[in-house]
T-cell receptor, first 115, second 112 residues
Framework: DTGVSQNPRHKITKRGQNVTFRCDPISEHNRLYWYRQTLGQGPEFLTYFQNEAQLEKSRLLSDRFSAERPKGSFSTLEIQRTEQGDSAMYLC?????????????FGSGTRLTVV | DAKTTQPPSMDCAEGRAANLPCNHSTISGNEYVYWYRQIHSQGPQYIIHGLKNNETNEMASLIITEDRKSSTLILPHATLRDTAVYYCIVRLAYNQGGKLIFGQGTELSVKP
């Protein structure tokens, strides 16, 4: 079990640049979630996929954000024209969508700093 | 919006039990209570979850009140490595995406 892998761990970018993060979930997990966490706050839900379908997007996910999960495997989260307010930890989690009793495994996150 | 309320911080002496309270008065019947913890700069780590019965695993015990409006996480013998932010979370129903809705968490400091 290799767990949930996120890359890169850290990203520093200039305001206005585009950035892309990658999440590799646990292989048999068919649900994948993205969360954002700012300093001193709990993680906030952004979006989730079941297999390759993106089923929900939070109102926090502005038009500058896009997420994909081609073939239901890894997922990418892209932020276009980054702003300083985008600075945060971006967390990915995966789970099995099976019955009512399933757990979630989180990755270590990607910390984005926009300067 | 968060569905849980926790005290912002707590202290515990090493070797003693840590009892972390959580209120979730608006929880629905098919929503689970999950507990995760987060050590600085790492992703949240699963501890335990439950629906209405008390649960115990190798890490902790979860006590849920009969009306399900509150719960308590118990770390039976806290160590310095248990110092972390502990999140009490409501997991939405499967047909609502099964999302975890985090609150602000409790920062637990275990002291020697």
């Amino acid at each position: 079990d290799t767990g949930v892998s996120q890359n890169p761990r850290h990203k520093i970018t200039k305001r206005g640049q585009n950035v892309t993060f990658r999440c590799d979930p646990i292989s048999e997990h068919n649900r994948l979630y993205w969360y954002r966490q700012t300093l001193g706050q709990g993680p906030e839900f952004l979006t989730y996929f079941q297999n390759e379908a993106q089923l929900e997007k939070s109102r926090l996910l502005s038009d500058r954000f896009s997420a994909e999960r081609p073939k239901g495997s890894f997922s990418t989260l892209e932020i276009q024209r980054t702003e300083q307010g985008d600075s945060a930890m971006y967390l990915c989690a995966s789970s099995l969508a099976r019955g009512q009793n399933y757990g979630y495994t989180f990755g270590s996150g990607t910390r984005l700093t926009v300067v | 919006d968060a569905k849980t309320t926790q005290p912002p911080s707590m202290d515990c002496a090493e070797g003693r039990a840590a009892n972390l309270p959580c209120n979730h008065s608006t929880i629905s019947g098919n929503e689970y209570v999950y507990w995760y913890r987060q050590i600085h700069s790492q992703g949240p780590q699963y501890i335990i979850h439950g629906l209405k019965n008390n649960e115990t695993n190798e890490m902790a015990s979860l006590i849920i009140t009969e009306d399900r409006k509150s719960s308590t996480l118990i770390l039976p013998h806290a160590t310095l490595r248990d110092t972390a932010v502990y999140y009490c979370i409501v997991r939405l129903a499967y047909n609502q995406g099964g999302k975890l809705i985090f609150g602000q968490g409790t920062e637990l400091s275990v002291k020697p």
